[in-house]
């Protein structure tokens, strides 16, 4: 084969090219501390860097009701630990107005108070947290109890204003990728209804026995405060298990957090060291390459004269 200047200078532009884009592929890397930075680098890796990256924002968004809901189960947590309070300070004052020692003033006093923890049980019940109602079902914009008065003005119990459609009224919150969980938010499971008689017919037979002096009917409904107050103490550990599940939850969402960002990490940044030699190497070719064409391109007919 019969080499030729035009061969010579033909080859060495095309090796110079290669060079230069050696260099600049890891000046590239260097510069923005990524494997690749389109598509074209590498197909495959930016595919599977798209797809973590995806699942980051996914893992985060997650996150972010995981989070709402602890922050919302804490909420309600507090609300019916403060309904428990109230309940068992009525059965106290009901179990003290059943003494037949007691004179009628002393029991329309302790029907005043008793009045006034039905109040504090409606406030509980009607928590709000951010704007919504916690114990209101699927409509989290409504208040869900009310206190149910007579024509007078006379409280007379508590009424639920909610008419859920079929099935619970329990949120539900997808907390990973087809898992989900359903936040205790029903205020029927309150009501605690027995065929006629719920929590409303019970405070209205206490206010009632107390105006009445019913002492005997005031000793019977003991055994209703202790399965109203059961009723609520049972809804609360309800949460108490949610709120667990969620924590787990979490953790495992952190977990899984940092294991996608570890290999997103080794498949989109570089070793550096490793980067900056394979570029020094790179940057002392295309040097040398510079300096034989010099000496190649500088060859003219008066050399051979």
């Known amino acids: 084969m019969r080499v030729t200047d035009s061969l010579m200078s033909k080859s060495f532009l095309r090796n110079l090219s290669a060079n230069t884009s050696n260099v600049m592929k890891y000046q590239n890397q260097l510069s923005t501390l990524k494997e690749v930075s389109k598509p074209s680098d590498d197909p495959l890796k930016v595919s599977k860097i798209l797809d973590l990256n995806n699942s980051i924002i996914q893992n985060d968004q997650y996150k972010t009701t995981i989070n709402d809901a602890i922050q919302w189960t804490n909420v309600q947590d507090?609300?019916?630990?403060?309904?428990?309070?109230?309940?068992?300070?009525?059965?106290?004052?009901?179990?003290?107005?059943?003494?037949?020692?007691?004179?009628?003033?002393?029991?329309?006093?302790?029907?005043?108070?008793?009045?006034?923890?039905?109040?504090?049980?409606?406030?509980?019940?009607?928590?709000?947290?951010?704007?919504?109602?916690?114990?209101?079902?699927?409509?989290?914009?409504?208040?869900?109890?009310?206190?149910?008065?007579?024509?007078?003005?006379?409280?007379?119990?508590?009424?639920?204003?909610?008419?859920?459609?079929?099935?619970?009224?329990?949120?539900?919150?997808?907390?990973?990728?087809?898992?989900?969980?359903?936040l205790n938010t029903d205020g029927r499971n309150f009501m605690n209804a027995n065929g006629s008689n719920n929590l409303g017919t019970f405070f209205f037979d206490a206010l009632t026995a107390l105006e009445t002096d019913d002492t005997e009917k005031l000793s019977g409904l003991l055994d209703r405060a202790d399965q109203e107050i059961e009723n609520v103490v049972s809804n609360r550990s309800k949460i108490g298990s949610i709120f667990n599940r969620l924590t787990a939850t979490l953790e495992r969402n952190d977990s899984e957090k940092l294991n996608l960002k570890t290999m997103l990490s080794e498949n989109q940044d570089i070793d550096l060291a490793?980067?900056?030699?394979?570029?020094?190497?790179?940057?002392?070719?295309?040097?040398?390459?510079?300096?034989?064409?010099?000496?190649?391109?500088?060859?003219?007919?008066?050399?051979y004269l």
């Open 78 to 182: 507090s609300a019916l630990s403060s309904a428990t309070e109230s309940m068992q300070r009525i059965k106290t004052l009901i179990q003290y107005s059943a003494n037949g020692t007691l004179s009628h003033e002393d029991r329309q006093a302790n029907k005043a108070e008793i009045e006034s923890e039905i109040q504090g049980t409606v406030d509980a019940l009607n928590t709000n947290f951010g704007g919504r109602y916690v114990f209101a079902g699927m409509n989290t914009t409504e208040k869900p109890f009310e206190i149910d008065k007579s024509d007078t003005g006379e409280i007379i119990g508590i009424i639920y204003n909610k008419n859920e459609a079929t099935g619970n009224g329990n949120l539900s919150r997808e907390i990973a990728p087809g898992v989900s969980v359903e």
């Open 274 to 303: 490793e980067k900056y030699m394979q570029f020094t190497m790179e940057k002392s070719a295309y040097q040398a390459a510079l300096s034989m064409g010099t000496k190649i391109l500088d060859t003219s007919i008066l050399d």
